[in-house]
C-alpha cells in the first residue's frame, strides 16, 4: 500500500510539475502567435503602403502620358489639316463675262455685265475681298495695272463658295476707269477690259488670290482672256 501510495504521490507530483511546467509553454506560444500575428499585420500594412504609393505615381504618370499623347495627336491633327488643305486647296477662277448686247454695248456711257466666279478646287473657299473695274485705254495693258492701290469695292460678295459651286457676280460703267492714252488715237483702237482679283482663304486660313483680265473682241463680241500674267495668275 505504502509503495502505491507513494507511487501515486510520485505521479501526482509528476503531473503536477508538467502542469506547472506546460502553463508557461502555453502563455508563451500565445504570446509568440500574437507577435507574428502582429509582425504580419505590419508587414501586410507595409507591403499595401508601398504598393498604394506607386500606384499613385502611376496615376500622375499616365495622366502625363495622356495629356503628352494627346498633345501629339493634336499636333498631328493640325499637320494633316494643313497637308491636307495643301493637297486638296480650293482654286477660284473666273469665266463666262458678257453683256446683254440687246440693251447695251461696252461703249455705251450707261452698260452693266455679269460673269461667274467657280471653285474648281477639292474644298470650300471663303472669299474676302473683291475688286473689278472696267478699264478704257488704247494699245497694250499698262506696267502697273490700273487698281494698283485702290481699296476693294467688293463686287463679288464676300460669301463661302464650296468645291464645284459658282456664284454671280456684277460690272457696271460705274467702276469705269480710263487710261492715260485713251485720247491718242494714234496709240491704237480702244480696248475695254474687264479686270481685277478676288482674295479667299481656305479652311485652315490660307490666304490666296485670283487676278484676272478679260478684254472685249469686237469682231468675236465676247471677252478673252488676257496673255499677261501680271494681269491674269492664281495664287
Not at 506560444?29 to 508601398?50: C, F, H, I, T, V
Not at 478699264?135 to 492701290?149: A, I, N, S, T, V
Not at 464645284?164 to 457676280?169: K, L, N
Request: a negative charge; aromatic letters at 12%.
Amino acid at each position: 500500500m505504502a509503495s502505491y501510495a507513494g507511487m501515486g504521490s510520485g505521479y501526482k507530483s509528476s503531473h503536477s510539475s508538467q502542469e506547472h511546467y506546460s502553463a508557461p509553454n502555453q502563455s508563451s506560444r500565445k504570446q509568440d502567435g500574437q507577435a507574428a500575428e502582429e509582425y504580419g499585420y505590419r508587414s501586410q500594412r507595409d507591403n499595401l503602403n508601398w504598393p498604394e504609393w506607386i500606384q499613385a505615381g502611376s496615376g500622375v504618370v499616365i495622366v502625363l502620358l495622356t495629356f503628352a499623347l494627346a498633345c501629339v495627336g493634336y499636333l498631328q491633327w493640325g499637320v494633316y489639316r494643313q497637308t491636307y488643305a495643301a493637297t486638296h486647296r480650293p482654286r477660284l477662277r473666273v469665266r463666262n463675262f458678257y453683256i446683254d448686247l440687246k440693251t447695251a454695248r461696252i461703249t455705251d456711257p450707261v452698260f452693266t455685265g455679269q460673269f461667274y466666279v467657280v471653285n474648281i478646287g477639292d474644298s470650300a473657299a471663303k472669299i474676302t475681298d473683291s475688286h473689278v473695274i472696267v478699264f478704257w485705254d488704247r494699245g497694250e495693258l499698262p506696267m502697273k495695272r490700273p487698281f494698283e492701290g485702290d481699296d476693294p469695292n467688293r463686287q463679288v460678295s464676300p460669301v463661302p463658295v464650296e468645291a464645284g459651286v459658282s456664284i454671280p457676280a456684277t460690272f457696271d460703267s460705274g467702276q469705269t476707269v480710263q487710261g492715260d492714252k485713251l485720247m491718242d488715237e494714234s496709240a491704237g483702237p480702244v480696248s475695254h477690259s474687264i479686270m481685277g482679283y478676288i482674295d479667299y482663304v481656305d479652311r485652315v486660313g490660307t490666304r490666296r488670290r485670283t487676278a484676272f483680265c478679260r478684254t472685249y473682241d469686237d469682231k468675236r463680241e465676247r471677252f478673252v482672256r488676257t496673255d499677261n500674267e501680271d494681269y491674269e495668275h492664281e495664287e
